[in-house]
Nanobody, 123 residues
Framework: QLQLVESGGGLVQAGDSLRLSCAAS????????MGWFRQAPGKEREFVAF????????LYADSVKGRFTVSRDNAKNTVYLQMDRLQTEDTAVYYC????????????????WGQGTQVTVSS
């Protein structure tokens, strides 16, 4: 079992930055691929980014590439999502998730999920 708790969401203006954190407890975090997803009202949950278990590989959705950065600190059992130049379209509930797969792109690739944190970007 792996428990995930997100934090860092909030209300910001377009152009601002936020950093989300996801703290993990339970099974070995350092051997787990971590991902970020988001879900806006009335929309499907969509992939945002993932980072491999050692942090050597990352992948981003086209919509956030160049603005968001995923990182992890295995000593702290925490994964981060730095979000810069936020846009109103980034408004959503953001979820972190954990996968035993090396390459994990879709929601079905992930085994554990956090409860989500709301990010609201106003114009």
């Amino acid at each position: 079992q792996l428990q995930l708790v997100e934090s860092g969401g909030g209300l910001v203006q377009a152009g601002d930055s936020l950093r989300l954190s996801c703290a993990a407890s339970g099974r070995s975090f350092s051997t787990t691929t971590m991902g970020w997803f988001r879900q806006a009202p009335g929309k499907e949950r969509e992939f945002v980014a993932f980072i491999s278990y050692r942090g050597g590989s990352t992948l981003y959705a086209d919509s956030v590439k160049g603005r968001f950065t995923v990182s992890r600190d295995n000593a702290k059992n925490t994964v981060y999502l730095q979000m810069d130049r936020l846009q109103t379209e980034d408004t959503a509930v953001y979820y972190c998730a954990a996968s035993s797969r090396w390459f994990a792109r879709g929601p079905h690739d992930y085994d554990y999920w956090g409860q989500g944190t709301q990010v609201t970007v106003s114009s």
